[in-house]
């Protein structure tokens, strides 16, 4: 079995019957449109069964990378396949720069948008926010451009490979800037709840990451020129770390972007991870829940009642903030949020008990889970989280009326 047929965890073996790669446009509308059955296939980092299907997949990889910035709107247009990690340094070259990026750069630009893929930071949206246009083939093969403005495109951005596959991705950009990253060590759990907002609040992006036995740490960027700062020797009763650190402890820092306080360029620090190194061989699973704001702390409170059944079973748990959104089909539409996220063992019925509970000690804050990582929560209470969904439906419908682009997941979820 060849790795492209298994997702970057190596837990899902995709039960497409062929996976496509094609180099043109031209021959991946020639494909979707005598398909019966298809799915469009990013860098495979979902861990959920999000993209999978019986029918065939496609992959964007392998069409042309194109990037393109239009200075004068401020957009670059990028080839859906594209990694973040590639399409940054190509940005930063041009002195432009994306308003944030998720913990690692080998996400392809695609499939990050269309599971609502975030970083941190109480006043960035999530990646798919940037997206100004897509660039999308139907399933009649068609190559259509829906452009932020229109009715329906905020339905259409986080889609889930339901409404066609996206060839081509118009993005937002501004002016690049430089980020400045220290780790602060010995946070203490106590002081993250009581002192939560603020928390969040001291820079332009913060993570907090806990391992719920005693490690609990925050990675503090701060935006060279948002005022005046040096790290803090005793912030929140926390030191600032002396020698970088990995989000795991006890794995080695040399993959993880430059800390200590040095300022380098925004794709250097605003992912926790380096692109030139693999983040790890794929032995983690991955859960997250996205809570409204107004709930992080009770949700916080409700997961470290857990710590002694979550510890056994995990790598590191991180909590970041994302700011409210349009798109229908966003964990964070219509609020700001928490993201409480889990990063396993590969250990999936070890791990499938203590999900359940957190899913359980969750329900009363109204959680949206990540589309593209791993939850149980039953069908029916994920639809109900999402206001929009008759919309999306409708939208569908118009796009997809046979449900070409359908995969058991959308018909769970989506209905
Ligand atoms: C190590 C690791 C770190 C991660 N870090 C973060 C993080 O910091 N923040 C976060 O929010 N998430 C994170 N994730 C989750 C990840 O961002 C999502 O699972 C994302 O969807 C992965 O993108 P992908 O290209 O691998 O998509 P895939 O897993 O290949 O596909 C996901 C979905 O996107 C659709 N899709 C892909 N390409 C296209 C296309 N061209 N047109 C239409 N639909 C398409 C697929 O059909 C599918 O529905 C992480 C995952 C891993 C493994």
């Not at 496509?20 to 031209?26: G, L, R």
């Not at 928490?338 to 000690?361: C, M, N, Q």
């Amino acid at each position: 079995m060849s790795a492209e047929r298994t997702n970057w965890a190596g837990k899902l073996t995709y039960g497409a019957t062929r996976i496509h790669t094609p180099s043109s446009v031209e021959e991946l509308q020639d494909v979707v449109a005598r398909t019966a059955r298809i799915r469009a296939l990013g860098s495979r980092h979902s861990f959920s069964d999000v993209a999978d299907t019986t029918g065939e997949l496609v992959s964007v990889a392998g069409l042309p990378p194109r990037a393109d910035v239009d200075a004068a709107a401020r957009t670059v247009t990028v080839a859906a396949g594209l990694r973040y990690g590639d399409l940054a340094e190509q940005l930063h070259r041009q002195d432009w720069a994306l308003h944030n990026l998720g913990s690692l750069p080998h996400l392809s630009v695609a499939g990050a948008v269309a599971t609502a893929t975030h970083g941190s930071g109480d006043g960035n949206g999530n990646l798919a926010t940037a997206v100004a246009a897509l660039h999308l083939v139907r399933a009649d093969g068609e190559l259509v451009t829906l452009r932020r403005g229109e009715p329906d495109f905020d339905g259409a951005v986080v889609a889930l490979g339901a409404l066609g596959v996206v060839v081509a991705v118009t993005l937002d950009v501004v002016p690049a800037f430089e980020v400045q990253q220290v780790v602060y060590d010995d946070l203490a759990l106590d002081t993250v709840g009581e002192r939560f907002d603020e928390i969040f609040a001291a820079a332009y992006s913060v993570s907090v990451f806990t391992d719920w036995a005693g490690t609990t740490r925050s990675w503090v960027k701060h935006r060279v020129g948002d005022g005046d700062w040096t790290p803090d020797p005793a912030w929140m009763g926390a030191r600032p770390a002396d020698s970088p650190r990995n989000p795991v402890p006890g794995m080695p820092a040399v993959n993880c972007t430059e800390q200590l306080g040095v300022p380098g360029p925004w794709y250097d620090r605003l992912p926790h991870f380096r692109l030139e190194f693999t983040p790890s061989s794929g032995e983690e699973l991955q859960s997250e829940f996205l809570v409204p704001r107004a709930h992080g702390v009770a949700a916080f409170g409700a997961v470290a009642a857990l710590a002694g059944h979550i510890a056994p079973v995990l790598q590191i748990c991180e909590l970041r903030t994302v700011a409210a959104d349009d798109l229908w089909l966003s964990p964070s539409y219509g609020r700001d949020v928490v993201g409480i996220h889990f990063t396993w063992r590969k250990d999936p019925e070890g791990v499938a008990p203590v999900l359940a509970r957190i899913e359980r000690a969750l329900a009363p804050y109204e959680p949206r889970p990540h589309w593209g990582k791993l939850f149980t929560v039953a069908p029916e209470q994920v639809r109900e989280r999402y206001p929009r969904l008759a919309d999306f439906r409708r939208l569908r419908g118009e796009h997809d009326p046979d449900g070409c682009f359908g995969n058991a997941f959308t018909g769970r979820y989506l209905g």
